[in-house]
């Protein structure tokens, strides 16, 4: 893979052959059975196939079609176990790695945008690239100072590519529908197409991730490496080692996953209160677990990929903690109130208080306990009673709305704790809650009532 495919027709084609792909595996797997193999393994074997497909064809994409593959990984442990196996390597793969852009590339993108004596700024780098993602790619190098940095590179075609496949993957999103019970994938396709010009824009990005580094210079708990040179679409930040969170998940003993876990739910909530800015693409892949020779409770989370953030200049929404904190209190009247006035409940909509209290009760367990044990049998346990067309949850569930304010926070909020799922980590949430989202500690809301 020489660049990003450009041509439309080409990308296009690509992502047309997935549907056209599960469709044959499909009848050559009924095939199979008549022939007299066993369904279970014939149906293994078709889940395997269908797995490496949608890697191979969203990684070698890379641009919007990978954006998506990444943003779908969090959610495989709402999976049925029997199916997220064969799917959960191939779309962690994502999360940590993509087909590399070639050196001649990366020197001729370097030379445009840092100048054709780009190397003088560089005491050592180097050509193999560290990790590929959705829309550019890092590299270790040494800055001329003797620093170690990362340099980020926008793949060329990037932003065309992005929107293409995006608008692309909507009209296929029914066929991805299956993998996330209880998902609606067009919203979230829609609001990754949102934030496209956003993340392409390196500047934005350092000004973002510049804001994280100083805020949290010297934390007990997260690290935030700080921007060292940014031009156009390069992006030198400093280099950070660490345990990235995807083997943390595949290998990590339960130590490992409890702290990564619980410093993951810090930051989701001490982010924005501390910076003003929600970190808003939470997928392993970007998180490192700083570990040394010490107890588990001094090792630290490393973040990077500031390209998109959501901007809450007075933090988390006051209606979030509130609402939840009355939800854990029993009051069904006032969270349906509240639910009204932030538009969750349109006004042509009539629902029962008690209702929407039995939905939420379920989803909001993890807030109303000292620690709680994320697993993927739980969110599998949420997802399917949502998805159920038979459950009153999902009756109730057709009937809310998401307004578009809150789309993003949603967003988030939901593939970090696909995350913690992931992770299998015990976390004591509560206290996070109570320490960074507005509303929720009952001491505080009646001083300022």
Known sequence: ???????????????????????????????????????????????????????????????????????????????????AGPYRAALTKLQEAAPPMPARTVHRVLAERLGKDWRSLFAEFDDVPAAAASIGQVHRAVWSDGRKVAVKVQYPGAGDALLSDLAQLSRVARLFGPLIPGMDV???????????????????????????????????????????????????????????????????????????????????????????????????????????DGPASGWRLGVLDFGTVDRLPEGLPLPIGTALRLALEGDADRVHRMLREEGFVKPSIVLDSDAVLDYLRPIIEPAGREEFAFDRAWMRAQAARIADPRSPAHQLGKQLNLPPSYLLIHRVTLSTVGVLCQLGAVVRLRAELLEWLPGFDPEKAAESA
């Open 1 to 83: 893979m020489s660049d990003l495919p450009r041509k439309a027709v080409t990308r296009t084609a690509k992502l047309a052959a997935l549907p056209l792909g599960f469709a044959g595996r499909a009848t050559l797997g009924i095939g199979k059975r008549l022939g007299g193999r066993p369904a279970d393994e014939v149906a293994t074997e078709l889940q395997e196939r269908t797995a490496d497909q949608l890697f191979r064809v969203l990684g070698e994409l890379k641009g919007g079609a990978m954006k998506f593959g990444q943003a779908l990984s969090v959610f495989e442990s709402a999976l049925p176990e029997d199916v």
């Open 186 to 292: 067009k919203p979230l396709l829609a609001e990754l197409r949102a934030r496209v010009e956003e993340e392409l824009d390196y500047e934005l990005e350092a000004a973002a991730q510049h804001t994280h580094a100083v805020e949290f210079a010297g934390d007990p708990d997260v690290e935030v490496p700080d921007v060292v040179h940014q031009a156009d679409q390069v992006l030198v930040t400093e280099w950070m080692d660490g345990v990235p969170l995807s083997e943390v998940i595949s290998g990590g003993d339960q130590e490992m996953r409890d702290r990564a876990g619980q410093l993951l739910a810090h930051f989701l909530f001490a982010g924005p209160a501390r910076t003003g800015l929600l970190h808003a693409d939470p997928h392993p892949g970007n998180f490192r677990l700083l570990t040394d």
